[in-house]
């Protein structure tokens, strides 16, 4: 059973619009949420996360929205530049602590 | 220099061969963590260790073994490789003092074949 789901594996966007990447999760125990990127033949880098108190945080490009109700989150990037092309995952822990659970991944591609 | 480097990068055995695969960090940090991916799949956690003396399963941890040598240092073992751990595997770092939210330094991956 998927505790965190991204439903699109993949997304193209063009270069300088917005790019949007949804994540849902199942566990209401999760309190704290991160997004990592991935380059192919590398491991992935830390993003940007958020507490389940907030529900923005920002920073620069990169704003993650949380909507606990919905068990919803999402990661918008502004403006979509190549460099971001890349695997995104959704990623959830309890306590801050143990380990993350992780989504299968959206493969972000930015069109000329 | 890599903080969190992993070796070997890629690694092609047979199945019943005992392997091991290695994870240092210069970071400094606490706790350490090993994941696999599969292709299409998001990373499982397999074990994690809070500091050299905590050993913790995580959720797919049948089939391996760690040790935690030192505070930099995290061993993945498989003692009996088979087909369906063939997989990347990744090593991770955090930081308890200045953490907020659990942000985990991954390792470059380990790519495991098991014939």
């Known amino acids: 059973d998927q505790q965190v789901k991204q439903n699109s594996p993949s997304l193209s966007v063009q270069e300088g619009r917005i790019s949007i990447l949804n994540c849902d999760y199942t566990n209401s125990m999760f309190d704290y949420f991160l997004w990592y990127k991935k380059y192919p033949a590398e491991g992935p880098t830390f993003l940007i996360s958020?507490?389940?108190?907030?529900d923005k945080n920002e920073d620069g490009r990169f704003t993650v929205f949380l909507n606990k109700s919905a068990k919803h989150l999402s990661l918008h990037i502004v403006p979509s530049q190549p460099g971001d092309s890349a695997v995104y995952f959704c990623?959830?822990?309890?306590?801050?602590?143990?380990?993350?659970?992780f989504g299968k991944g959206t493969h972000l591609i930015i069109q000329p | 220099d890599a903080d969190v480097t992993q070796t070997p990068r890629n690694r092609i055995t047979k199945t019943g061969k005992r392997i091991m695969l290695e994870c240092s960090q210069t970071k400094g940090h606490d706790r350490m963590y090993w994941y696999r991916q599969d292709p299409g799949l998001g990373l499982r956690l397999i074990y994690y260790?809070?500091?050299?003396?905590?050993?913790n399963k995580g959720e797919i941890s049948d089939g391996y073994s760690v040790s935690r040598q030192a505070q930099a240092k995290f061993s993945l073992s498989l003692e009996s490789a088979i087909p369906n751990q063939t997989a990347l595997y990744f090593c991770?770092?955090?930081?308890?003092?200045?953490?907020?939210?659990?942000?985990?330094?991954f390792g470059p991956g380990t790519r495991l074949t098991v014939l």
């Open positions: 990623a959830a822990s309890v306590g801050g602590a143990d380990g993350l659970t």
């Open positions: 958020i507490s389940s108190i907030k």
């Open positions: 991770a770092t955090s930081d308890d003092r200045t953490s907020k939210y659990n942000e985990q330094f």
């Open positions: 260790s809070f500091d050299v003396k905590d050993i």
